[in-house]
């Protein structure tokens, strides 16, 4: 079991470019969560995706945007890149009918918006 | 004011002591809490997972959760180099959606 993968894993932009992170769950999981973790800090909850559509959002603006596909798999686009953009950016994959103890975060992208 | 205070450190701690890291947070809703372990340039590894008040322990990690004065906490026992690392406390109102962190703290420990 490859765990929870992301791709890529480094990544370099200038402001106002456009770029797509892309997140496979673990093996059998249904639910995928993304969180932005600025140096320093703890990782803060952007949304969180479920049957395709998204279930909860964070307090991101609507540059943040996401997708899940039918094999449970995410991408996060992020419009109009700002220097405050440059992030490890997580995804965590988990089960809808489970609890916290079945969340698992992978590696992460680092995004450097120069 | 963040929901979920946690001091940065950096905690120095000689190998074989004990760790203590804590946490305060000021959402009455949260139930479920958890630590997560975090090396450098790596995704979040859960440790501990509470759900309400008490404690819990596995291993050498012992996990309390005080919901009366919103205070929890995560002990290692004899610590070794290999638990240098950033240790994230983190809540949640449900058993899905939003975790909100702190902002971690960094424990090295000293051989």
């Known amino acids: 079991d490859a765990g929870v993968t992301q791709s890529p894993t480094h990544l370099i932009k200038t402001r106002g470019q456009q770029v797509t992170l892309r997140c496979s769950p673990k093996s059998g999981h249904d639910t995928v969560s993304w969180y932005q973790q600025a140096l320093g800090q703890g990782p803060q909850f952007i949304f969180q995706?479920?049957?395709?559509?998204?279930?909860q959002r964070g307090n991101f603006p609507d540059r943040f945007s996401g997708h899940q596909f039918p094999n449970y798999s995410s991408e996060l686009n992020v419009n109009a890149l700002l220097l405050g953009d440059s992030a490890l950016y997580l995804c965590?994959?988990?089960?809808?009918?489970?609890?916290?103890?079945?969340?698992?975060f992978g590696p992460g992208t680092r995004l450097t918006v120069l | 004011q963040k929901e979920v205070e946690q001091d940065p450190g950096p905690l120095s701690v000689p190998e074989g002591a004990i760790v203590s890291l804590n946490c305060t947070y000021s959402?009455?809703?949260?139930?479920?809490f958890m630590w997560y372990r975090q090396y450098s340039r790596k995704g979040p590894e859960l440790l501990m997972y509470?759900?309400?008040?008490g404690n819990k322990e596995d291993g050498r990690f012992t996990a309390q959760v005080d919901k009366s004065s919103k205070y929890i906490s995560l002990f290692i026992r004899d610590s070794q180099p290999s638990d240098s690392a950033t240790y994230l406390c983190a809540s949640s109102r449900d058993s899905w959606g939003k975790l909100q962190f702190g902002a971690g703290t960094q424990v090295v420990v000293t051989p």
């Open positions: 509470t759900y309400s008040s």
């Open positions: 959402n009455s809703a949260f139930q479920y």
């Open positions: 995706y479920y049957e395709e559509e998204e279930r």
């Open positions: 965590a994959s988990s089960l809808e009918s489970g609890s916290w103890d079945t969340q698992y």
